[in-house]
């Protein structure tokens, strides 16, 4: 499989990014999740090199790009650091797939209404701290008594916070006993100074820059194909999900009845097939 590396240089710095495949149909850009949590976790979207070229990149401050000062974590540096990339790039028409928090930084770049746009893909979709938030408390509910406890007691250094915060991880998020190389190598490079700064130390309330982000009210500005992905027991809930794409002029959606945040990981199978008809029918 081809592979081209490379940096672009932005405002904020030096922004590595690297060009799987060499096909001819429109071109897929990846935008990862946190902030701050690098490509890395999602390597199985290469497999999709083999019907177009996919771009991953690092956003500035993790990963494999230059670190960064608070200043340029923002969501609207990154709303223009990805325009940069699709322009150093020269990138006439392309899709864009985002995970988590990179569904909410593809979204708001929507609403730019950005040349050469053909398509969205929200998978496990960050978009609205107010919905995340109200999906995450009723999903802590059902923990046990002892481990609710725990987690509102926000006491990170606890060994029963971390049993619980473990536990909810397992049950919401990864679904796996074992991580893959790439997801671990993913935690290993994160900036973990720049997700508590946007998002905040605790994973079930937002206490950083983003506790007022909520880009729902204008879902249905965006006139483009939208597939929305997520797991059964996803922290980005099937039912917060759906009332997205209720929001979407234009919008799809596909539930993975095993997974939870990881679909591409747990059912990578059907999840690749699902993004492959998708993209070839936009």
Not at 151 to 157: I, R, V
Not at 216 to 240: H, M, Y
Not at 248 to 263: D, Y
């Amino acid at each position: 499989m081809k592979r081209e590396e490379g940096f672009i240089q932005t405002r904020g710095g030096k922004v590595w990014y690297e060009i799987v495949g060499d096909k001819n149909k429109t071109p897929l850009i990846v935008l990862h999740g946190g902030p701050g949590y690098p490509h890395d976790s999602l390597a199985p979207l290469e497999n999709l090199a083999n019907e177009r070229k996919v771009i991953f990149y690092d956003q500035l401050g993790c990963g494999n790009s230059q670190k960064s000062d608070r200043s340029f974590w923002t969501v609207e540096y990154f709303v223009e650091e990805l325009g940069e990339v699709v322009k150093s790039l020269r990138l006439k028409n392309f899709h864009l797939f985002g995970h988590s928090w990179g569904a909410g930084l593809a979204v708001a770049f929507a609403l730019t209404k950005p040349k050469g746009l053909k398509s969205l893909i929200l998978s496990d979709p960050y978009i609205s701290t107010p919905h995340w938030e109200k999906s995450v408390a009723r999903l802590l509910k059902e923990l046990p008594k002892n481990m609710q406890d725990a987690l509102k007691s926000e006491d990170f250094d606890s060994k029963e916070y971390k049993k619980a915060s473990d536990e909810f991880y397992y049950r919401f998020l990864y679904r796996q006993k074992n991580l893959s190389v790439a997801s671990l190598k993913a935690e290993f490079k994160m900036n973990i100074e720049l997700y508590n700064y946007m998002w905040g130390p605790s994973e079930f309330n937002a206490s950083g820059t983003l506790k007022k982000f909520d880009l729902s009210p204008r879902l249905s500005e965006i006139k483009a194909p939208v597939l929305l992905l997520c797991g059964r027991f996803d922290e980005a809930t099937p039912e917060s999900t759906e009332q997205f794409k209720n929001l979407l002029p234009n919008a799809r959606i596909k539930v993975f009845e095993k997974s939870a945040h990881m679909p591409h990981w747990t059912e990578q199978k059907e999840y690749l097939a699902t993004i492959s008809k998708f993209l070839s029918s936009t």
